[in-house]
């Protein structure tokens, strides 16, 4: 099992930039793919994100260009670089990783893009 602990989520204004981070309770070098997704309110979850044991990195369509997503294995974390954010991101963001099939997922950190 593992743990996921999202953070960096709050208010920002249009255009503005957030970075979401996901602390893992354990190595995460040997995961085979971590990754976000998100939920708005009235809507199915969506994939935001995904990088892979490999380094393949898959971003949404819808979010190419403004959203970047990394790792860095020494520190056990995944994060989610959100720029030129709209009020359409706005949504709560969940991390997940894929291990031997099954997924986990963290608790959910709310994202809201208001003026």
Avoid: H
Wanted: hydrophobic share 35%; aromatic share 6%; proline share 2%.
């Amino acid at each position: 099992q593992v743990q996921l602990v999202e953070s960096g989520g709050g208010l920002v204004q249009p255009g503005g930039s957030l970075r979401l981070s996901c602390a893992a309770s354990r190595s995460i070098s040997s995961i085979n793919s971590m990754g976000w997704y998100r939920q708005a309110p009235g809507n199915q979850r969506e994939l935001v994100a995904f990088i892979t044991r490999g380094g393949s990195e898959v971003v949404a369509d819808s979010m190419k260009g403004r959203f970047t997503i990394s790792r860095d294995d020494a520190k056990n974390t995944v994060y989610l670089q959100m720029n030129s954010l709209k009020s359409e991101d706005t949504a709560v963001y969940s991390c997940n990783a894929l291990i031997d099939g099954n997924r986990y997922w963290g608790q959910g950190i709310q994202v809201t893009v208001s003026s």
